[in-house]
DNA sequence: GTGCGAGTATGA
DNA sequence: CATACTCGCACC
């Protein structure tokens, strides 16, 4: 083979070009020529790269963010080397005159680069940590959110950590015997856990039911996945759900078969998880976002728990969703699909509109007797007549289910976050109180202390209503320490906890105790609550951004899930409007239905899932010449572009940037992400000024 | 991103 | 006519 490598290749390109140049130079300054000349000479000396005798072609991605590199280059792989440059390893190569990092995609026998080929310069590491399946889902994510595959493989590959590296991973150990029965309730949960374990491929979208402990169903379904002989991938929102996922799994096959993926977990420890995936040392894996692309070797299940969660959505470009993730890794290997939670999301029920995914729910026998939810609190129509009828916070029917749930176990109240709670209103229209200077929010930031603008910082000690000139500001919610203290005064004698913020209690005692939490943070509790209330939900509803009422429902129903079953649990008791339509969702407890009227109103807005939708962020100069630009497919719609309000924080005055929201019909979808890839891998051939790309954003703000 | 070649402006 | 500079593009 050396022989018959096309001629040219043998290395050391540069110095014909170079010598002349430096000999020219030289003319003027005739004293130092030869001498520089002779120290010029020696690189020249070293010996020409022998190729490798079995293909001696790497296609390597390099790791440079412009969108028009994004395709692979041909390297000449020296002799030394062809051992380690394997596909899927990392290198060093010369690109542009630079050393860029990257990776091998493949070997191949011979190049349609009719130029010369220079050589790798290194192998970094021969571990193959990019392997087909990954290489060709990048390419998928990077197509789908129109962003470049370097993006992706620096969400989808950790930063190397050469220590770990030489330490062998374990292998693992046989999976001991494990009862799988906890899905029996469910129409269709049997079913579902019989096909993994006989190395089926179902795709399910699983509504929880309240009493559930979610956590252990999910670790069956792993488990199952794990005795077919196939790896099972899980992924939750946050820390506190995967210690909840490695305890249930710990609980039911003992520690050794699973691994934990988390970006948290600091280089070290998180690319020791990713080699023993790699490596085989564990089937299987659970993780937040970051764990998504993990290399299962033969890969059986991926599932994904309250999809919902916006911690789902990658906060950097390419800002793709790890459910969608999960799916593409489902459609591309052909393997099982569990979207589970306890709400469902539209996007959860496009999956079984369109047939891809059966459903698996609990039957409406079985939801009566774990919740009864029940509402109590002024409509928005009795708030109308008197705006004080809101400063009841806690009503009779709260109370009194407050009390009663007290004889016989814990109590969970939620009150949304402290940080919506700052932000002042008028005490009589309820009219949030913006800061004269900039409109900015009004806030209180210690007790008794002048409201002044959390944006500028401006004073604010004589306000006055633009609505209704009263004068007077309250904090239209308490916040989590208040409501406690409330509480604690309403119910003299009961323990009164708080898990919210940076203190967030893991679980709690079967023992009365009144837990109040935020959104998200409430604690698990021994054997259920025995109630549950939902304290101020008009505010999570109150909310500007098109999801609010779906997020609402949905941290809802978490926290509802916590109650213990119906006979001596099951009480739900909100407090709110019952004429609002996420509080009726709640009330009847039907996941499928409140996510199919999300659906129609998706379909008859043009949003998500029904559409795909994307968003363009740039100056308006540069945003009019795109539109102009852009190969849009037919039945696109162009929405503005429209200036963006500067962010709260933002210094004022930064260069003022604008919106344009484009958008088709879901089938139409993949032209629309593939009309932006283009317009990015143009904009970036030409140095033009970087436009920011977002499509299916999770919200609109 | 960077380096290079083509093309153009500029000065002797 | 030679040199200096900018622009555009390719990068294996």
């Known amino acids: 083979m050396p022989a018959s490598a096309p001629a040219g290749w043998i290395g050391a390109v540069t110095e014909p070009g170079v010598a002349p140049q430096v000999g020219q130079e030289q003319l003027s300054l005739p004293g130092l020529a030869r001498a520089e000349a002779r120290r010029a000479k020696p690189p020249s000396k070293k010996p020409p790269v022998q190729p490798a005798a079995v293909d001696p072609v790497a296609q390597v991605l390099v790791d440079v963010p412009l969108a028009h590199l994004d395709r692979p280059f041909d390297y000449l792989v020296p002799d030394t080397l062809a051992d380690d440059a394997v596909p899927g390893a990392r290198v060093k190569v010369r690109f542009a005159g630079q050393d860029v990092d990257g990776f091998v995609l493949a070997r191949a026998a011979e190049s349609a680069h009719p130029g010369r080929l220079m050589p790798l310069r290194r192998v970094v590491s021969p571990e193959p940590v990019l392997t087909a399946e990954i290489a060709a889902l990048t390419g998928e994510i990077a197509a789908r959110w129109a962003g470049t595959r370097s993006d992706v493989l620096r969400l989808a590959v950790p930063p190397r950590h050469a220590t770990t590296e030489r330490k062998p991973s374990p292998n693992p150990p046989g999976l001991p015997p494990a009862d799988l029965t906890r899905w029996a309730p469910y129409d269709g949960g049997a079913a579902l856990l019989d096909a993994l374990d006989a190395g089926g491929s179902p795709r399910a979208v699983w509504s929880c039911l309240p009493g559930d402990d979610w956590a252990l169903l999910l670790a069956e379904a792993a488990v199952a996945t794990a005795r077919s002989g196939r790896g099972a991938l899980l992924c939750v929102p946050d820390h506190r759900d995967v210690t909840r996922l490695d305890e249930a799994l710990t609980a039911l096959v003992g520690g050794g078969h699973h691994v934990v993926l988390t970006a948290e977990a600091g280089p070290a420890k998180r690319y020791a998880a990713f080699l023993a995936v790699e490596r085989g040392a564990a089937r299987i894996v659970i993780g937040t976002r970051a764990a998504a692309f993990a290399l299962l070797r033969e890969i059986g299940l991926v599932a994904v728990w309250d999809d919902g969660d916006d911690l789902y959505a990658e906060?950097?470009?390419?800002?793709?969703?790890?459910?969608?993730?999960?799916?593409?890794?489902?459609?591309?290997?052909?393997?099982?699909?569990?979207?589970?939670?306890?709400?469902?999301?539209?996007?959860?029920?496009?999956?079984?509109?369109?047939?891809?995914?059966?459903?698996?729910?609990?039957?409406?026998?079985?939801?009566?007797?774990?919740?009864?939810?029940?509402?109590?609190?002024?409509?928005d129509f009795d708030l109308q007549r008197d705006p004080m009828a809101r400063s009841s916070r806690l009503p009779q029917e709260a109370h009194q289910a407050i009390a009663a749930g007290l004889r016989s176990g814990p109590v969970l109240v939620q009150t949304p976050r402290a940080g919506y709670a700052t932000r002042l209103a008028c005490d009589r229209c309820r009219t949030p109180a913006a800061c004269a200077v900039c409109v900015g929010p009004l806030r209180i930031t210690s007790s008794g202390a002048v409201p002044s603008c959390?944006?500028?910082?401006?004073?604010?000690?004589?306000?006055?209503?633009?609505?209704?000139?009263?004068?007077?500001?309250?904090?239209?919610?308490?916040?989590?320490?208040?409501?406690?203290?409330?509480?604690?005064?309403?119910?003299?004698?009961?323990?009164?906890?708080?898990?919210?913020?940076?203190?967030?209690?893991?679980?709690?005692?079967?023992?009365?105790?009144?837990?109040?939490?935020?959104?998200?943070?409430?604690?698990?509790?021994?054997?259920?609550?025995?109630?549950?209330?939902?304290?101020?939900?008009?505010?999570?509803?109150a909310r500007s951004d098109l999801r609010a009422d779906e997020e609402a429902v949905r941290r809802w129903s978490n926290a509802a899930a916590l109650v213990r079953p119906v006979p001596d649990g099951g009480r739900v008791?909100?407090?709110?409007?019952?004429?609002?339509?996420?509080?009726?969702?709640?009330?009847?407890?039907?996941?499928?239905?409140?996510?199919?009227?999300?659906?129609?109103?998706?379909?008859?807005?043009?949003?998500?899932?029904?559409?795909?939708?994307?968003?363009?962020?740039?100056?308006?100069?540069?945003?009019?010449?795109?539109?102009?630009?852009?190969?849009?497919?037919?039945?696109?719609?162009?929405?503005?572009?429209?200036?963006?309000?500067?962010?709260?924080?933002?210094?004022?005055?930064?260069?003022?940037?604008?919106?344009?929201?484009?958008?088709?019909?879901?089938?139409?979808?993949?032209?629309?992400?593939?009309?932006?890839?283009?317009?990015?891998?143009?904009?970036?051939?030409r140095k033009q000024p970087h436009v920011r790309v977002e499509v299916d954003p999770i919200r609109l703000g």
């Open 573 to 685: 008791v909100v407090v709110g409007d019952p004429g609002a339509a996420g509080v009726q969702a709640l009330v009847r407890w039907d996941p499928g239905g409140y996510a199919e009227r999300l659906i129609a109103e998706r379909l008859s807005a043009h949003l998500p899932p029904a559409s795909r939708l994307a968003t363009l962020t740039a100056s308006p100069a540069v945003l009019e010449e795109v539109e102009a630009a852009l190969g849009l497919p037919p039945a696109a719609e162009v929405l503005g572009p429209v200036p963006l309000p500067h962010e709260g924080t933002d210094r004022a005055g930064d260069d003022d940037l604008a919106r344009l929201v484009l958008r088709v019909p879901r089938a139409e979808g993949p032209a629309l992400s593939a009309a932006l890839a283009d317009l990015q891998r143009g904009r970036s051939a």
């Open 454 to 541: 959390a944006w500028c910082g401006t004073d604010a000690p004589g306000w006055t209503c633009p609505e209704c000139g009263g004068h007077g500001l309250r904090a239209p919610v308490l916040g989590d320490r208040r409501t406690a203290e409330e509480l604690g005064r309403a119910f003299p004698g009961t323990p009164v906890r708080t898990s919210s913020g940076d203190r967030v209690l893991p679980r709690v005692g079967a023992a009365p105790a009144i837990v109040v939490a935020t959104p998200g943070a409430e604690p698990v509790a021994d054997g259920g609550y025995a109630t549950v209330a939902l304290l101020d939900t008009w505010l999570l509803l």
């Open 315 to 379: 906060p950097r470009a390419p800002y793709c969703h790890t459910r969608d993730v999960l799916l593409l890794r489902s459609r591309q290997t052909g393997c099982a699909a569990i979207v589970a939670g306890h709400a469902r999301s539209a996007e959860a029920q496009y999956l079984l509109r369109t047939g891809w995914a059966r459903e698996v729910v609990g039957p409406r026998d079985t939801v009566r007797t774990r919740v009864a939810v029940s509402v109590s609190g002024a409509t």
